[in-house]
């Protein structure tokens, strides 16, 4: 492969839009050769290494919504298409009822990147590798998206069709994902490794949440999600139904993590073999269910630094 | 191609530049105004040579359409020295021999400016965490590192 001193990016338009249905009617007038902008962090790249050929790209950042955080007490949260990374992890009410989305927020690239990088827009480019989108899911995640037929919603956990493959038709804008309220005493932790400790794609991620619950066995409901382990984003439902059924120690969550490595079907690439990814989901995942087990307990010791993705989890 | 007009104040004066659509803020500040102190690296957002400050806040200018950037306010390490010479984010990195061959310091000063901004007592982690999407490959960072300690130290003493 030649390496091209000065690449640029190729010739395409910029459209901006008076509202979302001029968008929407553009994007399918112009199918295979228009998509929406937001950070276009995905985007820039991939048009510059002529990988997408699209002559227009359509602006959404500035319609209606778009930029909104809001919070309500009887429905839950709901974050605009627009909205950054870097304002995910610094909003208050984020960090203090769905920390798992501020801490895989922050666990993305650069704070550069975050400042342009959205939480939608890493859910839309359906990367397997995606960092946010194990805490969406097991967060009940919602889309908004409206279309040239109107508006619909669509849970996430059906949403991936593949490795940069939605559900998503053309003509379909996400304006906003929405999440339920917590479960009462929820915990989460999103544990990243990547070949540096910031700033790395990952090689392996793992989020967990847990939660009291009196209708199942144990007393706890525990969901775990991987990433960059498979051709979508997987929610190991194994992971849930054991730890709900048998008392949680030590040893159910090694079992646990060791349904959640059997789950996986990781490929051999750049940053990592697929052997050794299937190793560390295993590994990562004791890590995570203990951290966010002993939080629930309240017997945590973590030194849990806001700046660091991997917050040094002492497991005891 | 479509072209359109934009109006961006740059280092505090206005500019009323034409641009084609696929233009990235990048490439208007080295070609149409001129101010090449903003690097061209990777061009794919890795590693933060472009670092600019858009509305204040550091983003990398080769990931930013300049169409995207009408009405908004940019800083480039042009304007970071004032009428008195260099600032002390400058001289400080300077200080601590945290320049080498300097093709990633503009980048980390705009970085370090904006860290500066929001946290004026970072501590090493977070100095870290704020430059990682800056690469150097001469200085190994840690005189870098120094350099922003000794500023933040600087600016925080009253004048």
Redesign the interface.
Known sequence: MSINPHPTLPEFDYIKPKNIEEAAKFLVEHPGQSRPLSGGTDIFVRLRDGVWKDKFLVEIKHLDGMNEISFDPSNGLTIGAAVNMNRVDSHPVINEKYSILAEAARSCASYQLRNRATLVGNICNASPAGDTIGACLLLDGVLHITGVEGSRKEPLDSFFLGPGKTKLKIGDIVTSIQFPLPAKGMQGKYLKHGRNNLGDLSIVGVSVVGSPDKRVASGFRMRLALASVAPTPLVVNEVEEILARKNISLETIIEAAQLASIACNPITDVRGSARYRKQMAKNLSIRALTNVWKKLNGLCIIIENKNSTDAGVEVR | ??F?NISVTVNGGIEEVLV?????LM?MLREKLSLTGTK?GC???EC?AC?VL?NG????S????A??CDGSSILTVEGLSGDKGLNIIQESIIDEGGVQCGFCTPGILL?AR?LLDRNSHP?E??I???I???LCRCTGYVRIIEGVKKAAKELSVPA
């Open positions: 191609m479509t359109h084609p659509g696929n233009m990235t490439k061209n061009s794919a957002g933060g670092t858009l806040e550091p983003v990398n080769c990931m930013v359409l169409v995207e970085s904006a501590t982690e977070e870290k965490e704020a990682v999407g800056n």
